[in-house]
């Protein structure tokens, strides 16, 4: 059980645990570990894009975090189905009266793929490790580590700010405990997060794994991240061929959780959406994941399983106020109002989509009902722009290609249905795509090459910080807005309220000036992202977060 959960820190409403199928297969060698379901084989999962590595601290998109999860564990963990909390490599956990130090009780016997014993140790080897991480390049990877942390022992990203890590203390092999420098919200749902990972301190050494080399507008990671990433998870890395676009991994046969009931998994990079429902139907793939809107009911006709998660999510248009244009807040607004979002909704969504007002899910705490809200306006959108002085505005609007995220199934045709909306209100719009890996990202993130660009969000725990405050509570190249001090404080002191009825307050005021006072962004809907898999596939557990495990499946 787990120990200590501060008060705010709210369940996610009706997200309850969806299991694919019941396991009534024939037995097996291994039919005793395994509850009876058949063992053995492999599945086959298309993912939509390349991940950009396999060292957890250098990730921040779901591609990546697919195979990254089925390798590594972390402290704690969300329990299967839901956003609600349970232990993995702890098994409880409290922290003092202040939220300040949190003290793990670590699971013992368990071990790392390389045979190396997991303990406080290890648990302090990773958190320091971040802590200390140096050079500019590997600092600006790290940005679960930077909306979490804050900033490093020597800052050499200019991003960078005041730490809130200050330390770790292996008290025996079985306790360590982490003190903060203040309290944060994000606390203890960001100890589940898959980018703090616990790796293998040997082969973190072994492999030079703080090696992060930029060459231009790319960048290159160590042979640990390439080539030999070592967990504790229920598969171990079995190669990567780039040339395939196939992941493998293999089964655990010393996992300390619920061994994996295939012998390999294969992760298998498809970046088309047809072509992975194309090889859906041909059987060379038993799952794939945010299937085209239109394409959901078809599926299931076919008698293949497809899941709804809840939307737990949101897509926003931002504005990189780098532009100085768009440092006038008339001129973002009249963005906001000249986008039919509503029609955007019903033509482009899946079904239960919604129109969002806000930056969050309304079941987060701190969801104001009355904020500004933007409805679909051209005329008022014009008279905005001619107030502000601008005529002839062109921006460059960029959108990822090779790519379908849980918020955004088809980038292209999004970024065409919103930039035909700002052409209709005399915005010139050049659309600029780019591949998500390697290009978009970087181009959007570090070095904010755009005027406006589509991007969003899938929740990692229920907790406002992890929205409004991974997007706004500090600067970031992706938005231009250094110079808004007084959003950078207001989210610092909402997230640092630890009584529950203040902190939705703070939260909610929070949300009513980023509509009316800052609007960084516009946001667009919350979309419930689908996951499809062959009939066959029995024990696949969806979720809301879409953190799915794949030891619990079998095939046949």
């Known amino acids: 059980m787990q120990a200590g959960r501060l008060k705010a820190a709210v369940a996610l409403a009706a997200a309850a645990a969806l299991a694919v199928g019941a396991s009534g297969c024939a037995k097996s060698e291994r039919d005793s570990e395994s509850g009876g379901a058949k063992t053995g084989g492999t599945f086959v999962f298309a993912g939509a894009g390349d991940p950009k590595n396999f060292d957890p601290i250098f990730n921040d998109d779901g591609?990546?975090?697919?195979?990254?999860?089925?390798?590594?564990?972390?402290?704690?963990?969300?329990?299967?189905?839901?956003?609600?909390?349970?232990?993995?490599?702890?098994?409880?956990?409290?922290?003092?009266?202040?939220?300040?130090?949190?003290?793990?009780?670590?699971?013992?016997?368990?071990?790392?793929?390389?045979?190396?014993?997991?303990?406080?140790a290890a648990v302090c080897f990773n958190f320091d490790r971040w802590y200390n991480m140096k050079g500019a390049a590997a600092q600006s990877q790290m940005l679960y580590y930077m909306d979490v942390f804050g900033g490093f022992a020597k800052n050499d990203s200019p991003d960078a700010g005041k730490s809130v890590y200050n330390k770790c203390e292996a008290k025996d092999d079985g306790t360590a405990v982490l003190t903060m420098n203040q309290y944060k919200g994000a606390f203890p749902g960001a100890f589940a997060l898959t980018a703090l990972s616990i790796a293998s301190p040997d082969a973190l050494k072994k492999y030079d794994a703080d090696t992060v080399k930029q060459n231009g507008d790319s960048f290159e990671y160590s042979a640990f991240a390439n080539e030999h990433p070592v967990g504790t998870g229920p598969f171990t890395f079995g190669g990567w061929d780039k040339a395939k676009g196939e992941i493998t991994?293999?089964?655990?046969?010393?996992y300390w959780g619920e061994k994996a009931k295939v012998d390999k998994l294969v992760i298998k990079v498809i970046k088309d959406e047809n072509t992975r429902k194309q090889e859906l139907r041909a059987g060379t793939v038993q799952g794939i994941d945010f299937p085209a809107p239109a394409d959901r009911k078809a599926l299931s006709g076919e008698g293949f399983q497809v899941l709804d998660r809840p939307a737990f999510n949101i897509l926003y248009l931002g504005f990189n106020q780098k532009n100085p244009k768009l440092k006038d807040l008339r001129v973002r607004q009249a963005i906001a109002y000249a986008l039919n979002r509503q029609q955007l909704v019903q033509t482009k969504g899946p079904g239960g989509t919604k129109v969002a007002d806000e930056f969050m899910p309304d079941t987060v705490l701190g969801y104001a009902s009355d904020v500004q809200k933007y409805e679909y306006n051209p005329e008022k959108a014009k008279q905005l722009l001619k107030d502000a002085g601008v005529q002839n505005l062109t921006l460059n609007f960029y959108y990822p290609t090779d790519v379908s995220r849980p918020y955004m199934p088809n980038p292209q045709e999004i970024f065409t249905v919103l930039a035909n909306d700002l052409q209709a209100v005399g915005i010139k719009v050049n659309g600029v795509a780019r591949p998500w890996n390697g290009g978009y990202k970087d181009d959007v993130q570090q070095f904010g090459k755009q005027d406006l660009h589509i991007l969003g969000w899938t929740g990692d725990y229920n907790d406002p910080g992890n929205f409004v405050g991974t997007f706004f509570g500090r600067a970031k190249t992706e938005f231009g807005d250094a110079a808004v001090t007084d959003m950078f404080d207001a989210i610092t002191k909402a997230d640092g309220t630890v009584d529950e009825a203040g902190k939705k307050a703070a939260w909610e005021q929070v949300n009513r000036d980023i509509a009316a006072k800052w609007l960084p962004a516009v946001p667009i809907w919350h979309a419930p992202p689908a996951i499809v898999v062959t009939k066959d596939v029995k024990g696949l557990v969806a979720s809301p977060l879409t953190d799915e495990r794949f030891n619990t499946v079998s095939v046949g």
Do not use: C
């Open 249 to 254: 991994l293999n089964r655990n046969p010393d």
């Open 63 to 120: 591609e990546s975090f697919r195979p990254v999860r089925q390798m590594y564990d972390t402290l704690i963990q969300n329990k299967p189905g839901t956003a609600d909390l349970q232990g993995a490599l702890a098994e409880s956990w409290e922290h003092d009266a202040e939220g300040k130090v949190w003290t793990f009780h670590l699971r013992k016997g368990v071990k790392f793929h390389d045979g190396t014993p997991f303990n406080a």
